[in-house]
């Protein structure tokens, strides 16, 4: 099994910036992809960013330019730096990890961003 723990989520005044961060753990031999996604309230889960393991990294075009994507291979983390937050980027923000060879999707339990005025 693999467990995600998500980190990082709070309150921030638009313009403002937070980090976060997603360390995975348990039975990992190789991660093919992993990612973060959002849901705001009413609203479907949506890709924010996700990079693979080849080094391809995508973006929403919502973020873009204003959100970081990145990756430290040895502790199985992947971050995610955002500036310039907006109101608009209020949601749960979950970390998505996919095995590779197997293909199995795990899924972090959620944190919080809410931007405010």
């Known amino acids: 099994q693999v467990q995600l723990v998500e980190s990082g989520g709070g309150l921030v005044q638009a313009g403002g910036s937070l980090r976060l961060a997603c360390a995975a753990s348990?039975?990992?031999?190789?991660?093919?992809?992993m990612g973060w996604y959002r849901q705001a309230p009413g609203k479907q889960r949506e890709l924010v960013a996700g990079?693979?393991?080849?080094?391809?990294?995508n973006y929403a075009d919502s973020v873009k330019g204003r959100f970081t994507i990145s990756r430290d291979r040895a502790k199985n983390t992947v971050y995610l730096q955002m500036n310039s937050l907006k109101l608009e980027d209020t949601a749960v923000y979950y970390c998505?990890?996919?095995?590779?060879?197997?293909?199995?999707?795990?899924w972090g339990q959620g944190t919080q961003v809410t931007v405010s005025s």
């Open positions: 990079i693979i393991s080849g080094g391809q990294i």
């Open positions: 998505k990890l996919i095995v590779a060879g197997t293909l199995g999707t795990f």
């Open positions: 348990g039975s990992i031999f190789s991660i093919n992809s």
